[in-house]
């Protein structure tokens, strides 16, 4: 039996996506979009189907992932209880669940670590595509990466789903959103960036060289800036378990709670509720 998080048969027919899954299932993720569609509640479709749509790379997914505003996560959740699901604040800080028997679909409002958050622009910049034999929106790719580029758990690695992305989607990206969706997380999307060039060496021109020159040379002025005077490890915002023993044991500060306060100042003093609250962490 494979790992849950193993991926499966990977390849280029759409029959992939639905080859392990019984006909109720799809039919519950079907359903659960007509309802949300006639009651106009605003979702991008994420995940596997968002990724197949912009790479033609098709394989089984477990779930469904609509990726909501909060506000409008909660309209959804009342939305879908009205339809006979039952639902789920499974962690304040990222995700809601519909569960229609065995069968469910996440409500995503923010990554994991509370990076991520989903705001107007996601659905300024949707993509289109087909699902359920519907026409969706779907999460665009620039955001995808965003997400997806701090997924680096042991057990769950996301990085191949970002070089795809770049491979199939770089030429047409908008790079500077892209560059400010990271911000002061710039190092990890260099890092993805620097494994696509290994990965793609005859296709490494997708990344605009302004793009590298700018990340290089804020490398090159952090090299010159020297440590910061805290000693502070932010791996836990890239794995909820495999940084720990670093916070736990070794007297490093809690990068992603240190992380947590800036956005919180960042927001004019609002506290945002952590998906940490909940004990849950990363991705």
């Known amino acids: 039996m494979r790992h849950p998080n193993h991926p499966g048969k990977i390849g280029l027919e759409p029959r992939l996506a639905e080859l392990l899954r019984t006909p109720e299932e799809l039919q519950s993720r079907g359903h659960a979009l007509r309802v949300l569609d006639r009651a106009r509640v605003p979702y991008l479709v994420g ?42 604040r499974h962690d304040e800080g990222w995700i809601y669940k519909g569960y229609r028997g065995e069968f469910f679909v996440d409500l995503i409002f923010n990554s994991g670590n509370g ?7 996601w659905f300024e910049h949707a993509g289109e595509g087909r699902a359920f034999g519907r026409n969706v929106r779907l999460v665009p790719p620039e955001e995808l990466i965003w997400s997806k580029a701090f997924v680096l758990e042991r057990e769950r690695f996301d990085g191949a789903d970002v070089l795809h992305l770049l491979r199939a989607s770089g030429d047409r990206f908008d790079w500077a ?25 005859s296709e490494r021109g997708l990344v605009p060289d302004w793009v590298m020159s700018e990340l290089l040379g804020r490398t090159l002025d952090s090299m010159r800036e020297g440590e910061p005077a805290e000693k502070l490890c932010r791996g836990n915002l890239l794995s909820r378990v495999n940084y720990a023993i670093d916070i736990r044991e070794w007297g490093y500060a809690d990068g992603r709670a240190w992380d947590e306060r800036e956005r919180e100042e960042e927001d004019g003093g609002q506290p945002e509720v952590s998906a940490t609250d909940s004990g849950r962490g990363g991705g």
């Open 177 to 201: 959103r892209l560059l400010s969706r990271f911000d002061r997380y710039w190092e990890v999307l260099l890092s993805h960036l620097m494994l696509f060039r290994f990965a793609y060496p």
């Open 115 to 121: 990076v991520a958050r989903v705001d107007d622009l």
């Open 47 to 88: 995940g596997a189907y968002a990724f197949s749509g912009y790479t033609g790379i098709y394989r089984d997914t477990k779930d469904l992932d609509l990726f909501l505003r909060q506000r409008d996560a909660e309209v959804a959740l009342e939305v879908l209880e009205h339809a006979g699901w039952r639902t789920e």
